[in-house]
C-alpha cells in the first residue's frame, strides 16, 4: 500500500490528532523494532553452532543406536 504523505495525514486537523497520530506512529514503529528483533534472535538461535552441533549428532546417533541396538539384539537371540 503507497500512499502519497501529503494524503496520509489529511485527517489530521487539530494538535489532538496529530498528538494521537504520532503516538500511534510511535507504538506501530515500536511494535516493528520488537518483532524484528525477536526474528533476529530466532536467526541466531536456529544458527548457533551448538544447535547446529546438537542436530547433526542427534541425526548421526539415531541410526548408530539403532544399528547397535539389533546387533546387540543378534547377539542375544543367537545365544538362546
Not at 2 to 23: A, P, Q
Not at 28 to 38: F, G, P, S, T, Y
Not at 67 to 79: D, E, I, M, Q
Amino acid at each position: 500500500m503507497t500512499m502519497k504523505s501529503s494524503h496520509r495525514y489529511e485527517h489530521i486537523d487539530s494538535f489532538k490528532k496529530l498528538s494521537d497520530t504520532k503516538m500511534q506512529l510511535t507504538y506501530e514503529a515500536r511494535l516493528a523494532r520488537r518483532k524484528m528483533d525477536l526474528a533476529i534472535f530466532e536467526v541466531r538461535a536456529a544458527l548457533s553452532p551448538v544447535r547446529i552441533l546438537s542436530s547433526l549428532l542427534t541425526v548421526s546417533i539415531k541410526p548408530l543406536s539403532k544399528g547397535l541396538f539389533n546387533w546387540l539384539r543378534g547377539l542375544f537371540t543367537r545365544k538362546d
